[in-house]
């Protein structure tokens, strides 16, 4: 019986996002500093001969290609994503090791894996950036994903790296001779589960549809967290991590402006615990609203920030940056 399993890591996002989504990206150029982590979405293809089958455990949900469901959610459209590939025997497993929605880009790390998955099975080989550029396009267009540019790039390259985006074209770096600060923010590297999750596009929406009012603030507020970004790239490779926090904080700032629904109270007081217990930055991933709280301790005080947050959290874990990106065996 062939066996087949994708793999895409999650991604942790330091700054810059928000600036990698149109119509702002296409009109002023985005920039984003992330890295993947040792946290992702697994899909298990077992050939057999009967009708596709797609189940996920974290849905809690099957789908059987051939049987008559009008329903139109991400598990059905995925059926016929592979129906149209020319995959309809089999069965798919998916497991993620975060919930759905989380603000780690976990829906475009779900696509990747999908399409790499596909051209195996077919014995075809891609290329991850193309892998990338195909990945948002059908997130965007055909599961009517609001999404950045970054994720699916991020998981798919994987690493920790600064990328830009303008003119149409994608660029990374991957910052050679900063492998000791890296490992540095590795060590020092926090997630924090805030309960709930959310759909990261109600949220971004609202601000695509103020950046294509042209509204002076949230164009604004997007350049200067675009300059962060660059300015992080500066403090990693210059070993600085005063800077590199002090911008991770500066963006959260910026961020929270975008938009009413980005923050809450119960955010603002887990990343006010952490500030305050050994957090040299903090900031919610993704576009806001709930999921993963990112919170980089002071040098020496990662036990200390991860008790007292444990204590207001059910889920807080260490991560390590994973420098492999999408990938099939």
Not at 15 to 28: K, L
Not at 40 to 50: A, N, S
Not at 137 to 147: K, N, P, Q, S
Not at 209 to 219: F, L, N, P
Request: glycine share 10%.
């Amino acid at each position: 019986m062939t066996k087949i399993i994708a793999y895409s890591p999650f991604r942790v996002s330091f700054g810059g996002g928000g600036t990698d989504i149109n119509p702002f990206c296409d009109t002023y150029g985005g920039a984003v500093v992330n890295t993947t982590i040792d946290r992702g979405v697994t899909l298990i293809y077992t050939k057999d001969e009967y009708e596709l089958e797609i189940s996920s455990r974290d849905f809690l949900k099957s789908v059987i290609i051939g049987k008559e469901n009008e329903e139109d959610d991400v598990l059905h459209k995925m059926s016929m994503l592979f129906q149209s590939r020319g995959i309809d025997r089999g069965r798919i497993a998916i497991n993620a090791g975060v919930p759905p929605g989380s603000g780690l880009g976990s829906s475009s790390a779900l696509i990747t894996a999908v399409l790499a998955l596909i051209y195996r099975i077919k014995g075809q080989i891609t290329d991850p950036w193309e892998i990338a550029r195909e990945a948002f396009r059908i997130e965007g267009d055909y599961f009517g994903v609001t999404l950045g540019k970054q994720d699916p790039f991020a998981v798919s390259l994987g690493g920790f790296k600064f990328m830009e985006f303008k003119s149409g074209k994608e660029t990374i770096d991957r910052m050679a001779g900063s492998a000791s600060f890296i490992k540095e923010l590795e060590k020092r590297t926090l997630l924090v589960y805030t309960g709930k999750t959310r759909e990261s596009s109600q949220v971004l929406r609202d601000q695509v549809e103020k950046s294509e009012k042209g509204s002076h603030e949230v164009v604004s507020n997007l350049l200067r967290m675009k300059e962060l970004a660059y300015q992080m790239e500066s403090a990693v490779k210059a070993g600085d991590f005063y800077r590199f926090t002090e911008a991770v904080n500066n963006g959260w700032i910026l961020k929270k402006k975008l938009g009413k629904n980005v923050s809450n109270e119960k955010i603002d007081g887990i990343i006010k615990t952490a500030s305050e217990n050994g957090a040299a930055a903090a900031r919610l991933m993704g576009g806001g609203g709930e999921g993963f709280i990112l919170a980089i301790s002071r040098k020496d005080e990662l036990e200390t920030l991860q008790k007292s947050l444990m204590d207001i959290s059910s889920f807080v874990v260490r991560v390590s940056f994973e420098e492999n990106g999408t990938k099939t065996f």
